[in-house]
């Protein structure tokens, strides 16, 4: 099946500072990413849809100017978390659909970042 | 807008049980269904997924069947081991998007 990769595992900062994670689809091209957060005993909330070339969709509630999205290519989304902040510790998993028909629609899965803001 | 409901919350069953997990959701026009399984403090495992056109998918002890007209899917393990604890999540993608259930935690006592 086709792989999604995600750039940290894991990542701890100190408060204020930013924090950039990438989500790579390995063999395959993908129009289309999307970013979710898990709090701790949570399930994952979808935070935004990132499309190539445009700017992302946000979920309400989600502030785009804290979770800034780039797509820049169709391999590659990133999620820069600005200025962070304790409260933004959580795991951050990424998705990538891919278009290609071997498995029509399907979304596959990154193995996630854990962040830790001190 | 999709909700999607995992019942129950906990389960706690002795080793070698055959159990099942059930999912459901509000929105049939969807894409496929997804199993996931997720140990603690890891990421997501796919496990089985299902298209919209599928009734139901297998591999190894893990069965997952779909009824989309009535919103339901179920994921039926087999002979249940210690190393099948974890929390298993169903999300079902449809217009673009997957939204998550809250997960099933799975407890298998030896």
């Known amino acids: 099946g086709a792989v999604v990769s995600q750039h940290p595992s894991r990542v701890i900062c100190k408060s204020g500072t930013s924090v950039k994670i990438e989500c790579r689809s390995l063999d395959f091209q993908a129009t289309t990413m999307f970013w979710y957060r898990q709090f701790p005993k949570q399930s994952l909330m979808l935070m935004a849809t990132s499309n190539e070339g445009s700017k992302a969709t946000y979920e309400q509630g989600v502030e785009k100017d804290k979770f800034l999205i780039n797509h820049a290519s169709l391999t590659l989304s990133t999620l820069t978390v600005t200025s962070a902040h304790p409260e933004d510790s959580s795991f951050y998993i990424c998705s990538a659909r891919d278009w290609s028909g071997r498995e029509a629609d399907t979304q596959y899965f990154g193995p996630g970042t854990r962040l830790t803001v001190l | 807008k999709q909700e999607v409901t995992q019942i129950p919350a906990a389960l706690s069953v002795p080793e070698g049980e055959n159990l099942v997990l059930n999912c459901s959701f509000t929105?049939?026009?969807?894409?496929?269904l997804q199993w996931f399984r997720q140990d603690p403090g890891k990421g997501l495992t796919s496990l089985l997924l299902?298209?919209?056109?599928?009734r139901e998918q297998t591999s190894g002890r893990l069965n997952a069947s779909l009824d989309k007209s009535s919103g339901r899917s179920t994921l039926y393990i087999a002979a249940s081991q210690p190393g099948d604890s974890a929390t298993y999540l169903c999300a079902v993608d449809n217009a673009g998007k997957s939204t998550f259930g809250d997960g099933t935690t799975l407890t298998v006592k030896p």
């Open positions: 299902i298209q919209s056109s599928q």
């Open positions: 929105d049939s026009a969807i894409y496929n």
